[in-house]
């Protein structure tokens, strides 16, 4: 069970970043890349575009993997809800009365009065 929530945590985090960069992008050019344009910065406005992109894809990519991955770190069933599955398959099975705990008691109000049924 601890790998599960861990993987869940994962996936968490990828899509928080993946949002993260997709809002920092621009379809039409600007974004952060539209930041860049001066001709003396280290990463031009090409390079920024391409890092974005390349990000994007590859957190889509993780967090396909990770929701793949998170599907063989599912829980399984205990083995006491195991065990009272298989007891009362046996029970249906052998056409004996299945044995549910009983409902509780209604408590007689206060005065000592008898309780009346409800109108239908």
Do not use: H
């Amino acid at each position: 069970m601890g790998s599960y929530i861990i993987i869940s945590v994962l996936i968490f985090v990828v899509c928080v970043l993946l949002i993260l960069v997709v809002l920092v992008q621009n379809s039409k050019g600007g974004g952060l890349a539209s930041n860049f344009s001066s001709s003396n910065q280290f990463m031009g406005v090409r390079k920024t575009a391409d890092f974005l992109e390349k990000t994007t894809w590859t957190l889509a990519i993780v967090v396909l993997v990770l929701s793949l991955v998170s599907v063989f770190a599912i829980p399984k069933v205990d083995n006491e809800a195991k065990a009272i599955d298989t007891e009362l398959r046996n029970q249906i099975e052998n056409n004996k009365p299945v044995d549910f705990a009983p409902a509780p008691a209604q408590e007689a109000p206060a005065g000592g009065e008898t309780p009346t049924p409800p109108a239908q």
